[in-house]
């Protein structure tokens, strides 16, 4: 999971984790989510930071490639000048910001977020990564701050995306979040990627947690 891989892959436009439209669920438990600032790690070039924006989230994504932050205003018709902050640049447009960087470590406009949003970050990391990233991601939340969380289970002998249990999410998420399970759905022929990698089941969970 060094830089370059997630480099090769855009330079390669093998991006086959960008969906091209606002993700359902989020389309769907967007108003759980409450209001105020969102964070989207990993973002990419996702339509799901106009979804956010639509509704009003005044919405921060962190990305690491520039040329995925780049994309993502170019698609939309705007050549953002960077902003420099700490060592990290911000590109802004109408009610989004994109911060490209570490998003373990990158700085970011506000101290706290009141939300935030996951469908293709914690599932993009590898297991001895993924504890590290679920402290960061919940410091970066007020008390009382929501994570959407989609997850994917899978029987795939490797990823990305990777297979992240109910129970490796209580075990990530539980000493500092209540938790909630929103729904679970079998994705197995929407799947193509993961078939062939040999998975024989593939399912997403949805969960909402709150920071306490």
């Known amino acids: 999971m060094e830089p370059s891989f997630w480099q090769g892959r855009w330079d390669a436009q093998q991006i086959g984790f960008h969906e091209g439209k606002p993700n359902r669920f989020l389309e769907r438990y967007a108003d759980r989510l409450g209001g105020g600032s969102v964070l989207v790690p990993l973002c990419g070039k996702t339509a799901d930071l ?16 520039e040329r995925a932050v780049l994309d993502y205003f170019g698609e939309r018709g705007v050549v953002p000048t960077p902003e420099r902050l700490d060592g990290a640049e911000l590109y ?5 910001t994109v911060v490209r960087g570490d998003a373990l470590t990158c700085p970011l406009p506000r101290p706290a977020f009141d939300a935030l949003f996951d469908r293709a970050a914690l599932i993009a990391l590898p297991r001895e990564m993924r504890p ?81």
């Open 132 to 212: 590290r990233y679920a402290a960061r991601t919940v410091e970066r939340l007020r008390a009382g701050g929501r994570i959407l969380l989609v997850t994917l289970e899978h029987d795939a002998p490797s990823g990305p995306p990777f297979d992240v249990s109910q129970g490796e999410v209580e075990e990530l998420y539980a000493g500092s979040c209540t938790l909630e399970e929103l729904t679970f759905e079998d994705v197995l022929s929407e799947s193509a990627n993961l078939v062939a990698k040999g998975a024989t089941r593939v399912g997403e969970r949805v969960y909402l947690l709150e920071k306490r």
């Open 50 to 65: 106009d979804a956010l924006a639509a509704r009003r989230f005044d919405v921060t994504g962190i990305e690491l490639i």
């Open 92 to 96: 802004r447009a109408p009610g989004v």
